[in-house]
């Protein structure tokens, strides 16, 4: 399993989360509140986050990714994200980039996710 913590093999670097930041976990713990609706699973253990960034003035940058290009939502999901993440005490601002590279793919799914779609 990967997470948004660990570079992804063979991929071109992306910046580390925040980890130690205190916003950390109520910022996830808010992306864990979005779904994709094709598929019965979060966001975040589906692997579609790969760094929740908090600067020490506490402006949130995600960059994430889609399933697939084509993805249906992919003009709704970052607003999702934006209002997920909003109302967490504490949050100045939200910013939500996509990006295709690396692509998604099974394998970044958490072992939550697999277990939930059958996979295990």
Do not use: Q
Not at 23 to 51: F, K, M, Q, S
Not at 85 to 112: N, Q, R
Request: one cysteine or more; aromatic letters at 6%; proline letters at 11%.
């Amino acid at each position: 399993m990967t997470n948004a913590s660990e570079p992804l093999e063979g991929a071109p670097l992306i910046a580390p989360s925040s980890v130690s930041h205190p916003l950390y976990e109520p910022v996830v713990e808010a992306c864990r509140t979005v779904y994709d609706p094709e598929i019965p699973v979060n966001i975040y253990e589906l692997g579609l986050i790969y760094t929740v960034d908090i600067s020490s003035e506490n402006d949130v940058k995600i960059i994430m990714t889609l399933t697939a290009p084509g993805c249906p939502v992919a003009g709704e999901m970052p607003g999702w994200i934006v209002d997920a993440i909003s109302p967490v005490d504490g949050v100045k601002s939200v910013d939500v980039e996509l990006i295709w590279e690396p692509p998604w793919g099974m394998d970044m799914m958490s072992d939550e996710a697999r277990l939930e779609l059958g996979f295990m």
